[in-house]
């Protein structure tokens, strides 16, 4: 019998994200109108999407491609990123990375390093400049004894590995970052920076014939035809051999994944412009917290002068969707966390706030998966986006021609996502286990 799959939602993006407010106007592809038939359809163009798109090229040149956004690429929760393509663990703890093998550690660099080679490679492909693509690596940020002992720990571990690093004192950090609200800090040259919707903007224009991304094309439905399937929008269809769905989270509404994914939502906001002499310090540099849920923050310098970002907070919400509101109250903590960390900007008013979906599995495992014949998933960024999420999609590329590289190879080696709780079992919990985290985190 053949399978039909209906679209029960369609994603909805809250609050305005300041990387895309801040971009220059730029004419969309235009929408699917009619029918045209493709090798292999991508449904999604954020960061798994285009990698899918890029390693099919990538492994074959001629085969016609179709890329259906929901919306205007960028817009989506690709461009709600925060910008860090991060190569090592995104936990800064010696407990979350103590836990795993030497062998599991270095698989993960490992793929988060071939995810960022494949950015690297359009962006030097295309002479992107500094603003779109920095390979200029990040800091790990602690305000207390905690964090501090947790860089200490966590230094020892990259010794291990045999990875670079250089830890900061208090007195380093200050120069840093210009405040003496931070303790120590620890530098790993391995993580580049983005404009993350800039980033894959530049991306999806510079993908070309046979690959053809269509914008404000949204998947209403699909079934199969024959050994392939037919794939509906508002106003066109793509019938090709094989699909890939690369839309994280927004899977479940289509009916995959059931009590397999947890959605969390994560919040940021970003000042308006100021003087760059009211803070000291670097005007360029990003930091993810010691303690994990802790707080990111990441300094920009622009013609208009400088900006802060800030993000944390994070809330379960398995509809997919939040409120103004949630964004209202995580701005109020973006707040008292920019004020307290940089006094000399007291006063400094957010000009955008926004939140961003992730999804996560229950045992921090991708989804990339044959979910029916001809039509692979890439899901599960479990919290680090433009890594995971680029590599889900070169991996769900290959898995579609049938072409594993050493890192499709340790995909097919690694467990499958566990099931999560039924509800309100899920919810209840996930509640419970993001506030407690957040609580362990206290001020970083």
């Not at 479940?252 to 994560?266: A, K, N, Y």
């Amino acid at each position: 019998m053949e399978q039909k799959f209906r679209a029960r939602a369609l994603p909805r993006q809250p609050g305005i994200s300041a990387w895309v407010a801040m971009l220059p106007p730029r004419t969309p592809h235009p929408a699917l109108m009619g029918r045209v038939t493709a090798d292999v359809a991508v449904v999604g163009a954020g960061f798994a999407g285009l990698a899918a798109a890029r390693r099919l090229s990538q492994l074959d040149p001629t085969l016609r491609v179709a890329v259906l956004e929901a919306g205007v690429v960028g817009e989506g929760p690709a461009g709600r990123n925060s910008g860090f393509i991060i190569d090592l663990p995104h936990e800064v703890s010696a407990e979350s990375l103590g836990s795993d093998s030497t062998d599991h550690a270095r698989r993960d660099i490992f793929k988060n390093r071939t995810a960022i080679a494949l950015a690297q490679g359009m962006a030097e492909e295309h002479a992107w400049g500094r603003e779109v693509f920095n390979p200029c690596g990040r800091y790990s940020i602690a305000r207390g004894d905690a964090g501090d002992h947790h860089l200490v720990d966590y230094a020892r571990q990259l010794t291990g590995l045999g990875e670079p690093h250089r830890l900061l004192n208090a007195a380093q950090t200050r120069a840093l970052t210009g405040t003496d609200s931070f303790s120590s800090a620890l530098f790993t040259p391995g993580t580049a920076m983005i404009q993350p919707a800039d980033f894959v903007r530049r991306f999806a224009d510079a993908l070309r014939p046979p690959v053809t991304v269509y914008e404000n094309s949204a998947v209403l439905s699909f079934e199969q035809q024959g050994s392939g399937w037919l794939i509906r929008t508002a106003k066109g269809e793509v019938a090709t051999n094989r699909m890939i769905l690369a839309v994280n989270g927004h899977a479940q509404s289509f009916g995959f994944l059931q009590r397999r994914l947890m959605h969390v939502f994560t919040y940021a906001s970003m000042t308006r412009p100021f003087d760059p002499k009211r803070l000291a310090g670097e005007r360029e540099w990003a930091a993810t917290p010691a303690l994990p849920m802790g707080t990111t923050i990441r300094r920009l310098s622009g013609p208009e002068g400088d900006r802060m970002l800030v993000r944390s907070r994070y809330t379960y919400n398995p509809s997919i969707t939040v409120g103004d509101a949630a964004i209202a109250r995580a701005g109020r903590a973006h707040d008292r966390k920019l004020a307290s960390r940089f006094p000399t900007l007291s006063g400094l008013p957010m000009e955008y706030r926004w939140a961003g979906a992730m999804a996560l599995t229950w045992n921090s495992v991708p989804v990339v998966e044959e979910a029916a014949p001809n039509l692979w998933l890439a899901a599960g960024c479990n919290g680090v986006g433009a890594t995971n999420a680029t590599a889900n999609g070169i991996v769900a590329a290959e898995r579609a021609l049938d072409q594993l590289s050493e890192l499709g190879r340790n995909f097919q080696r690694a467990a499958a996502p566990s099931a999560i709780p039924p509800e309100p079992i899920a919810t209840i919990g996930g509640k419970a286990a993001l506030a407690w985290k957040e609580w362990r985190a206290g001020d970083e």
